[in-house]
């Protein structure tokens, strides 16, 4: 009420952004606040009431690394030529491991947060935002696994790395463009949780984390690196060990990663003004 004695009324609009993007940043900018609750919440929840705390974050990829080199390196003797299997498995578990759990998150955030998309309005790409932004405090914890690998075996710093930030890049937008299409589809059809639980499981065996992708048959490599995946885990190995950049699969990645960036986009944007009535 003002002085006058009238009362103050204010009405606030929404409505969807003119646009083709997926991001209003303006918009994104009034919700920053929710933005970092959000990822400091899913950061505390995935540590809260642990002993080791974001230690965690550094020995899983650890024991993956282990389990890797006894089997793959050990008992299968996979050639690696002049590079340790250990060595060669770190570099690839790590950005792996962010990928894979970032696309888990984000792909499923939709579904898992039902209960509050129905209630107050916010741009729901922070839901996807939030894995992306928060899983990167565990990658950073456990890059020092990989820092730690290369002291041992004496690797140095290299001109490639110059391309580490592309690379970076890279990771990060890979599971967020595949997650907007995941999570745009999960709405509608709640078995795509259910598949993907499977794929991700299977997926692992599709890049070259295990194994270094010159093992892959050439007539076979056009199409093996059409997985966006392949070409980030590639990325970081020639970046951190000095080898030459793999570009067909480096450039392939990004295409593929753009095109499903924009698409997912798109369809994300048309499913998010049908949500509350769907999900």
């Avoid at 990829?61 to 089997?71: D, E, H, K, M, N």
């Avoid at 792996?96 to 916010?122: D, E, H, P, R």
Wanted: with cysteine; proline share 5%.
């Amino acid at each position: 009420m003002n002085e006058q004695g009238h009362v103050d009324t204010h009405l606030t609009v929404i409505e969807p952004i003119a646009s083709w993007g997926f991001i209003d940043m303006r918009e994104l900018a009034r919700y920053r606040d929710l933005l970092y609750f959000m990822i400091w919440r899913s950061i505390k929840v995935a540590y809260a009431q642990s002993i080791g705390g974001i230690a965690w974050a550094m020995v899983q990829p650890a024991l993956q690394v282990i389990v890797f080199s006894l089997i793959f390196g050990g008992l299968l003797a996979v050639d690696t030529g002049e590079i340790p299997y250990p060595l060669l498995s770190t570099v690839a578990v790590i950005p792996w491991s962010y990928m894979s759990s970032t696309m888990g998150g984000a792909s499923s955030s939709l579904v898992t947060n039902a209960s509050i998309l129905g209630k107050i309005y916010f741009p729901r790409v922070i839901f996807l935002i939030t894995p992306v932004v928060g899983n990167l405090i565990s990658f950073s914890v456990s890059s020092v696994l990989i820092v730690a690998v290369l002291l041992y075996y004496g690797v140095g710093v290299n001109l490639q790395m110059l391309y580490l930030p592309f690379v970076f890049l890279l990771m990060v937008l890979t599971p967020l463009s595949i997650a907007l299409w995941l999570s745009s589809l999960a709405i509608r059809f709640r078995d795509v949780r259910i598949i993907m639980n499977y794929i991700m499981r299977l997926f692992i065996y599709l890049v070259p984390v295990m194994y270094p992708s010159e093992k892959i048959p050439p007539e076979f490599r056009d199409i093996y690196i059409l997985n966006p995946f392949v070409g980030v885990i590639e990325g970081f190995r020639s970046c951190l060990l000095g080898h030459p950049m793999m570009w067909d699969s480096l450039l392939t990645s990004a295409a593929v990663t753009t095109f499903l960036l924009f698409t997912g986009g798109v369809y994300f944007r048309r499913m998010e003004r049908v949500i509350v009535d769907v999900i």
